[in-house]
């Protein structure tokens, strides 16, 4: 639907300059792997103190069971399918990006002087000479690896203090992973012991140099946290009960307990929307390095709920009221929410977003009614895969996943083969979110009438998307992946270094 552009910024209570926005992008968490959210072993304080103090989101969703994708909509308000960023993802030597005249939270923000940054995990390509890098969609800065830290080798590299090497092989066929600094790459291999150090330092100076400043701004953080291998530094290393996945966690919300403490301090915490949620769901294929995704069926990879049904929590301090909300969201919503909060303008093409600033502000209902579903590898063939309205979803494909494999649940591995269901499996979210008792269609009038809303909603959609070229498409070459270490094998033509 095409939303109204938004005319005002929105000022409560003594709320007397534009907002600040801080989001936080977890990598490969589950529904359930939060202490929040119900995980009885995870170390996550902070997140947990947001929860408590925030609004909690018990049925919000990304729009990819993989990262690029997820990662496309999440910054755009717009599902994957418009942008091209289809179908898996993007890699290291990908020709295609994100594309630049899509328009990113952050270019949202600049026309009205904010200050824009992204730390962490970008994987929306790099492309020649680093053209779809952060600095080219809108950040002023970036310090980060450009993709999936386990796009390279890992098997010689240190994931744990004091030389404990990395869990499995990665990827053995590309460059070694570089961390760069806005266009430029500074460290190649990534140090992983000090990684999220250098990033909880690059954010809290951005925090504190805009609020000295008294410059707006938009922090974005993409974490490599929960993404295999994971990894931690001595301040994580063995001080969770959840064993190198708990650390990796655990080292993540020690991160976020430094932002907020930063925000605190500069006195802007109750000018600032913090908000957390995930890209996807678990790699249940790595077991108890892979996540959780609780009640949920299946993980990453597949459109079950747990491939796309993720924590998520929204924190402003003496705006966002304490509690717990149930109404539907995505983060589609995102962009349009915080140009709604900013008093910006929204792009000028079709959004899949709503405002949720009446879900936040109000504890009120979401403009959302409906959540699509594609698969990791969507196309104008098969359409959706499933469709959510209200609390009823509907499957008209089903598909395991490699991600989701391990698991006693026979539907979740690659395995568990493409299977079309006319009518479709539905399902009640509200009494069955384990999508374990499929409704019967055809001896329930209501619910045959609910199938009849679901087809008209599916119709009306899929008659809306203009599917964009194919960005992962355009293939890849090993020419393009970043490189400047004199180790790296094959070494492509050298980047610039710091």
Request: with cysteine; glycine share 10%.
């Amino acid at each position: 639907i095409q939303r109204n552009v938004a005319q005002s910024a929105f000022t409560y209570g003594s709320l007397a300059s534009p907002p600040n926005f801080v989001l936080l992008f977890a990598d490969d968490l589950g529904f359930g792997d939060l202490g929040s959210f119900g995980h009885p072993t995870s170390a996550t304080p902070n997140l947990d103190r947001l929860a408590a103090a925030g609004l909690r989101f018990t049925d919000f969703y990304c729009t990819s069971a993989v990262c690029s994708p997820s990662r496309a909509s999440l910054l755009t308000g717009r599902y994957q399918t418009r942008s091209g960023i289809y179908p898996g993802v993007l890699y290291p030597g990908s020709r295609g990006g994100l594309p630049l005249n899509e328009t990113t939270i952050a270019e949202v923000l600049k026309p009205l002087g904010y200050a824009t940054a992204a730390i962490g995990k970008w994987h929306l390509g790099f492309g020649a000479n680093g053209t779809f890098l952060p600095t080219n969609q809108g950040f002023d800065h970036y310090l980060g690896i450009p993709y999936s830290h386990d796009m390279g080798p890992c098997k010689n590299l240190t994931c744990f203090p004091p030389d404990v090497k990395c869990y499995g092989w990665c990827d053995v066929g590309t460059v070694f992973v570089p961390l760069m600094h806005d266009d430029a790459i500074e460290q190649q291999p990534v140090d992983f012991l000090n990684l999220e150090r250098s990033y909880s330092d690059f954010a809290v100076n951005f925090i504190t140099t805009s609020a000295n400043k008294k410059q707006p701004f938009f922090l974005y953080y993409p974490a490599h946290h929960t993404h295999y291998p994971q990894f931690a530094g001595p301040d994580a290393a063995g001080k969770s009960l959840r064993g190198p996945f708990g650390d990796s966690l655990l080292e993540l919300d020690n991160t976020i307990g430094n932002l907020l403490e930063t925000l605190e301090k500069t006195g802007v915490i109750n000018n600032t929307l913090v908000f957390f949620t995930a890209d996807n769901g678990p790699e249940l294929m790595r077991m108890s390095r892979g996540g959780n995704s609780g009640l949920l069926k299946c993980g990453k990879g597949t459109t079950y709920e747990g491939g796309m049904r993720e924590p998520a929590v929204a924190f402003w301090q003496g705006t966002i009221k304490p509690g717990v909300t149930h109404e539907l969201a995505s983060t589609l919503d995102i962009l349009p929410t915080i140009t709604k909060l900013a008093g910006a303008k929204l792009p000028p093409v079709m959004l899949d977003g709503v405002d949720l600033t009446e879900v936040l502000i109000n504890n009120g209902k979401s403009e959302r009614e409906s959540m699509m579903f594609y698969p990791t590898d969507p196309s104008e063939q098969y359409g959706l895969f499933a469709l959510r309205l209200g609390k009823y979803k509907a499957h008209f494909y089903t598909r395991g996943a490699a991600h989701s494999a391990t698991t006693p649940d026979h539907d979740c591995p690659g395995s568990a083969r493409l299977k079309a269901f006319d009518p479709p499996l539905i399902f009640d979210l509200e009494a069955d979110p384990s999508e374990n008792y499929p409704l019967n269609v055809t001896e329930s009038p209501e619910v045959q009438a609910v199938l009849e809303q679901i087809k008209k909603a599916k119709q009306q959609f899929e008659s809306s998307m203009v599917f964009g070229a194919s960005q992962i498409g355009k293939g890849s070459d090993p020419n393009l992946e970043p490189c400047c270490s004199p180790q790296c094998s094959p070494k492509p033509s050298c980047c610039r270094c710091s």
